[in-house]
């Protein structure tokens, strides 16, 4: 037998006194996804989180006692077995940004062993062109320096990060309520054709959307006037920094410029003397820094050349004290950055004036 009765209900009634650290852990990493990860790099995206219900476990272990499928002859074999108890969900607008989120996944969590987990690439329709799936599935554990306070119970607990668009989450979610869950049976041939004509749908839903969002962009880069929010900063900024993925980090800088009312890219420029295109010379002057910060033994956050950091550093000549005491006190991990950054770049100046460092 695959699984027994007794295993069933054992493994629901732990389940049940365990739910609320699957609950809380997909709480935390929704919250870092969302952050850190979508908003500090502004991409469009929605972050949804749940923790299995042991309703529906309960449900998937009765379909495996019924298809003797799943070898699970134990309770722990079944938590062993099942790793999406926790999950959590990131649809990005565009399906440009599927492969950066997950990069940004992998990079922020962890696997099991402490290293960088390494993600499962779902694309369906390659192998079988009447199956329109297509998502990346992480396993991602918290790193030691997140497995503190209230999360300590949950260092040894996965979380399934599910990365896909918006526009593939509408067909994925569709197929599976319908032909992996069929309450009245196998579907017909009609719903598999209506499924083949939603999925070519969608794949082409996806490249409308991309569309869309170029012109908008293009419309944002001719508009004149303050920023409007963190997506019209990098629309109207990028163009400065050909070949840079200027919206990493981006979402941070943004809110750290406001209170220094650079707020326009005509307010960005004036506090510039590179001429553009400034990649390169921007590159240069973040090198120099980086190195400085090295010698130094300033290494809590590292500088990327591939990042609107490039920017950052172009303003620090200018704009350094006015970060740091402008910041506060209560501030995201990113404004943190930002400012120790600034905090490092005033101490460096006074140091090649000849102060006190």
Not at 32 to 53: D, H, L, P, W, Y
Not at 103 to 116: E, I, S, T, W
Not at 313 to 334: E, N
Request: with cysteine; glycine share 6%.
């Amino acid at each position: 037998m695959a699984i027994s009765e007794d295993t069933i209900k054992s493994a629901v009634l732990r389940y049940h006194r365990e739910y609320d650290r699957y609950l809380k852990l997909s709480a935390r990493v929704a919250e870092i996804c969302r952050f850190e990860i979508v908003e500090g790099n502004a991409i469009r995206a929605q972050v949804t989180f749940r923790a299995k219900s042991p309703k529906s476990l309960e449900g998937k272990l009765r379909r495996f006692l019924a298809s003797g499928k799943k070898n699970l002859p134990s309770v722990q074999s079944v938590f062993d077995e099942i790793r999406d108890l926790a999950a959590v969900r990131i649809a990005t607008y565009e399906q440009r940004h599927e492969d950066q989120v997950v990069q940004l996944v992998c990079k922020r969590f962890v696997d099991l062993k402490g290293k960088p987990p390494v993600p499962e690439r779902k694309d369906k329709n390659a192998a079988d062109h009447s199956n329109f799936y297509r998502a990346s599935h992480i396993e991602a554990f918290l790193p030691d320096s997140d497995v503190i306070g209230t999360y300590a119970n949950v260092s040894d607990v996965p979380c399934e990060v599910q990365v896909c668009s918006m526009m593939a989450h509408v067909w994925n979610e569709i197929e599976h309520d319908l032909g992996y869950k069929p309450v009245t049976g196998s579907l017909s041939e009609p719903e598999r054709n209506f499924l083949v004509m939603l999925g070519h749908a969608v794949r082409q839903g996806d490249m409308t959307i991309g569309s869309l969002f170029a012109e908008t962009e293009r419309r944002q880069r001719e508009h004149g006037g303050v920023f409007t929010d963190v997506y019209d900063f990098v629309a109207r900024v990028r163009g400065w920094f050909p070949e840079v993925d200027f919206g990493r980090n981006a979402g941070p800088l943004y809110e750290a410029l406001q209170p220094v009312r650079l707020v326009s890219p005509e307010s960005i420029r004036k506090q510039i003397t590179v001429p553009e295109p400034m990649t390169a010379a921007a590159q240069q002057t973040l090198d120099e820094f980086a190195s400085k910060l090295t010698a130094r033994g300033d290494v809590r956050f590292n500088l990327d050349r591939n990042s609107s950091d490039l920017l950052l550093v172009l303003l620090l000549q200018k704009v350094a004290p006015y970060i740091v005491s402008t910041s506060g006190d209560a501030v995201s991990d990113g404004i943190a950055r930002i400012r120790w950054f600034a905090a490092r770049f005033q101490e460096l100046s006074k140091v090649d004036s000849g102060g006190t460092g």
